[in-house]
């Protein structure tokens, strides 16, 4: 009854989603345009950040385009209240990073926090239900009390924005001690220039022993 009332429909094409289709009809899911690094091999997402910090794994789901598909998948994401978009895109990714050697081996995921006061007003952090879901996946801890955002910084789904408000982002961390040894999942909806998941990654680094892997919904 539920469904007469409120039918499904794509985020993408509007169309009504068929049994077992969920955010995405599968003609949608097949015009994404698909990045893949962990089943690739590239490693052209992991060399942004040579020479910034060690990575040892990094990964991107789909390619941002700007006008496209993807862009419209990350405003409902972070704009319209569609939290749903971001566990699909983690259990899509947590069920292929399980069957890979090199991230069979994480012990953790945190996620890119959201400052306190943009949390309260969006109701929820847009990565959280793709990190939850990876981890779900990989039979490990979620830990969104690590990492702490401490100044605010404007929207980040346009790229001329995140290059203006990247460099105003400021993290912190707490309870560093329960990841010391770790092997860390770093989590975030979108990578363009890296600056924000630096930041995140070398106040994660203060722990003793940690090493860093990378894994995001998507990449300019």
Same mark, same amino acid.
């Given at each position: 009854? %539920?469904?007469? %009332? ?12 068929l049994?077992?289709e ?9 015009? $994404?345009? *698909? ?8 490693? %052209? ?9 060690? @990575?040892?794994?990094a990964?991107?789901i ?10 419209? *998948?990350?405003?409902?994401l ?20 399980? /069957?890979?050697a ?15 006061q ?14 939850? /879901?990876?981890?779900?996946? $990989? ?11 401490i #100044?605010? #910084?404007?929207?980040?789904?346009? =790229? ?6 990247e ?9 560093l ?23 995140? &990654?070398?106040q994660? %680094? =203060?722990?003793?022993? @940690?090493?860093?892997?990378? &894994? ?5």
């Open positions: 009854m %539920l469904n007469l %009332l409120f039918p499904k429909v794509c985020v993408g094409c509007k169309q009504l989603l049994k077992g969920e955010v995405l009809c599968l003609e949608c899911i097949h015009s $994404l345009p *698909l990045a893949g690094f962990h089943k690739t091999g590239s490693s %052209l997402l992991k060399d942004k950040f040579y020479g910034r910090f060690i @990575v040892k794994n990964t991107a789909v390619y941002f385009q700007k006008r496209g598909l993807t862009q419209e *998948l990350l405003h409902n972070k704009y319209r209240g569609r939290s749903e978009i971001s566990n699909f895109f983690g259990k899509w990714l947590g069920a292929e990073l399980a /069957e890979i090199s991230y069979k081996n994480v012990d953790v995921v945190i996620p890119v926090p959201l400052h306190k943009k949390l309260k007003k969006r109701g929820y952090n847009q990565v959280e239900g793709f990190g939850k /879901e990876i981890a779900r996946a $990989l039979n490990i801890p979620y830990r969104d009390d690590v990492l702490i955002k #100044s605010k #910084s404007g929207s980040q789904v346009f =790229k001329t924005r995140i290059l203006r408000f460099t105003e982002e400021v993290f912190t961390t707490q309870n001690q329960t990841i010391a040894n770790k092997h860390i999942l770093l989590v975030d909806d979108i990578i363009t220039t890296g600056a924000t998941l630096e930041k995140c &990654a070398l994660l %680094l =203060k722990a003793k022993n @940690v090493s860093i892997s990378i &894994a995001t919904i998507a990449t300019a």
